[in-house]
């Protein structure tokens, strides 16, 4: 059903003299198009606030290589990972659907230039019949300010807002994961590095250990079959040290990937293990703060926001609907201000329609059902990303609280270890000690010193996880 009001007049003065209130009311939808548009938040903004507001540091000189902290290869990380780019790039699609959104609220300006010829039915041109048009030559040069006003159309922009509410929370869910993958593959590297002269250490102490079982020997103080050990503990070494170099290889070259757009193998990487993390919160303030700044939980709420959304949308569809529309400029026989007898062309219309939704098959109630299912399941996943927040809260807190006390213990046993070693030693030479005493010590004190850098790479990662849920530096 449409009903159609339309109204037009000529006039003899401009638009801005003879209807000030249309002028008025069109600069006042400019202003608040422009207003909004300030309130609306910048997608190019939001994804520097969400990548810290930094860029790439700079490179080292050429020749030197760069030194990299864990700062900085999260942040080189994010500017060249393919994962955390495709979430911000949800994230500007996603502000330029509320862009289109909120310009279907606001009134459009167009502009209309048209010439129409038709036949005449009359040989002579005196008094011609037209069935749609006004003369054998119709010009027509208007200005269309159009207004479409719909529930659906509200709907939409508020749709629109939350689902940037979505994009925005999983590009930081994609962020926040991107740090527990740097954690790993920087701290990763730092514990190749520490193994590697571990294995170099090793390796001198079973080729220090070959010369005095070799020298014990030549002064008879010793069995062959001790400097056989010796022998086949000194090869072990070797060869666990040729796999710590290759293990040291294959870890750079994943973190080279995961920093550099150009596959930079030209770096450093500051020693963060010397430096303690921060002590732990309690885990009362950690829960706190994951139900405060968990992006899982942001995201299922924003979700649940744009199906509710969706369900008044879909209501919009079985509801009328107003279109307004209001035309100045010249729709005559001449282009000209004036015609030959004076009269003025310029003129104004308005028109109004109100579309009422009368029968479509059971279309739109199909699409209210559908909006509907679809907020339900919002529900339920809002409810179960809630409770995996308190399971996950709880099971990362303890590991990291688990990983920073056994760490402690881990240094305690690299120093017995080292100890035991030296007074091992020095029984073996006195002839207090078997070679198998020696070599047990030897592979004690390394696998105590691998531990101990493991613990190191729990810790940190432990930590990475807790704060992919809280937000915590």
Request: charged residues 15%.
């Amino acid at each position: 059903m449409l009903i159609n009001i339309h109204k037009s007049r000529r006039c003899c003065h401009p638009l801005w003299t003879s209807h000030p209130a249309a002028l008025l009311l069109l600069l006042s939808f400019f202003i608040f198009s422009a207003s909004l548009d300030a309130q609306t938040s910048d997608p190019a903004a939001s994804a520097q606030e969400l990548t810290s507001q930094s860029g790439t540091p700079a490179a080292s000189p050429a020749g030197s290589p760069t030194s990299i902290t864990f700062a900085d290869a999260l942040k080189r990380a994010r500017a060249v990972n393919p994962q955390a780019q495709a979430a911000l790039t949800a994230l500007g699609v996603a502000h330029q659907d509320l862009v289109q959104s909120r310009a279907a609220l606001l009134p459009n300006v167009n502009y209309n230039m048209q010439f129409i010829y038709t036949q005449s039915n009359s040989p002579i041109n005196h008094n011609p019949t037209f069935i749609a048009n006004n003369g054998v030559h119709e010009y027509i040069a208007q200005g269309n300010v159009h207004q479409n006003l719909s529930l659906q159309t509200f709907a939409d922009y508020s749709r629109a807002s939350a689902a940037q509410a979505v994009a925005r929370a999983r590009a930081e869910i994609a962020l926040r994961g991107l740090t527990v993958t740097v954690a790993q593959s920087y701290y990763g590297y730092l514990a190749a590095q520490r193994k590697f002269t571990t294995s170099q250490r090793a390796n001198a102490e079973a080729q220090r250990f070959l010369d005095i079982t070799t020298k014990l020997e030549n002064g008879g103080e010793v069995a062959h079959s001790d400097v056989i050990k010796a022998q086949l503990q000194a090869r072990q070494q070797q060869r666990d040290l040729q796999e710590a170099q290759l293990a040291l290889n294959r870890v750079r070259l994943d973190l080279a990937v995961l920093m550099f757009k150009d596959f930079n193998e030209n770096f450093t990487v500051a020693d963060e293990f010397a430096t303690p993390p921060d002590p732990l919160p309690t885990i009362e303030e950690v829960s706190a703060e994951g139900a405060r700044n968990n992006p899982e939980i942001r995201a299922a709420q924003a979700a649940l926001r744009q199906a509710g959304h969706e369900v008044v949308g879909a209501w919009g569809g079985a509801l009328p609907s107003i279109t307004l529309d209001y035309w100045y400029g010249i729709d005559a026989n001449q282009f000209a201000v004036r015609s030959p007898d004076h009269t003025n062309n310029l003129g104004s219309s308005a028109a109004a329609s109100l579309q009422l939704p009368i029968w479509n098959w059971g279309a739109n109630f199909s699409k209210i059902k559908q909006a509907n299912l679809q907020k339900k399941q919002a529900v339920v996943e809002l409810s179960a990303a809630q409770r995996t927040l308190l399971a996950d809260l709880r099971s990362f807190y303890d590991e990291a609280q688990a990983a920073r006390s056994e760490l402690d213990l881990l240094n305690q046993s690299v120093q017995l270890a080292s100890d035991s070693l030296r007074l091992t030693t020095l029984r073996y030479q006195s002839g207090e000690a078997t070679v198998l005493e020696v070599v047990d010590a030897q592979n004690t004190l390394t696998l105590a010193t691998n531990a101990y850098d493991d613990g190191q790479v729990r810790l940190r990662i432990a930590l990475a996880n807790l704060q992919t849920l809280t937000g915590r530096p």
